[in-house]
């Protein structure tokens, strides 16, 4: 583990922290396991903003020095079977020369810390099939798979583009 790296959660009204997170979503997104596809200039301009102004956000971020190297961003919902909010982890970035330093597990650490200190009841996140060093992490910090019945099965995750 590299005693450089600093985790904490973003400050979206930091200039520093702003231009990390967007560099190091940019990144993610270039990469296969993001889309293989840049963020668009849209996105890039209008994305820190847009986490400030909803208050169910939060994102934590990782830096080597002033280097920025991951990010994590949050999104809170609400689970109706407990009546208590729940925290989904939207994205988990690591710069790839950083991966293996077990940097997204210390973001995700703080990231559980601020659900908790939220009230949250859970966490929840996706992650593609392929993506076997994340699916290994998650599994290893206590992630599983969804199920209310184990006779149902699991929960797939889908989605409808608008």
Request: charged share 20%; net charge negative.
């Amino acid at each position: 583990m590299n005693p450089n790296i600093q985790v904490r959660q973003a400050d979206y009204a930091n200039a520093q922290d702003a231009m990390a997170l967007v560099l190091l979503l940019d990144a993610y997104a270039s990469d296969p396991a993001g889309g293989g596809e840049g963020l668009s200039e849209f996105a890039k301009a209008h994305l820190v903003p847009a986490l400030a102004a909803r208050p169910q956000a939060y994102s934590v971020l990782a830096f080597d020095g002033d280097v920025p190297v991951g990010l994590v961003n949050c999104i809170e919902g609400f689970s109706t079977f407990k009546c208590r909010p729940l925290v989904n982890v939207h994205d988990v970035a690591v710069l790839a020369n950083y991966r293996g330093q077990r940097i997204a597990e210390r973001m995700l650490a703080e990231a559980e810390r601020i659900a908790r200190e939220r009230g949250a009841c859970k966490l929840t996140l996706e992650v593609l099939s392929g993506n076997t060093p994340a699916y290994q992490l998650y599994q290893r910090i206590g992630f599983e798979g969804y199920q209310l019945d184990p006779a149902m099965g699991t929960a797939s995750f889908m989605q409808k583009w608008l």
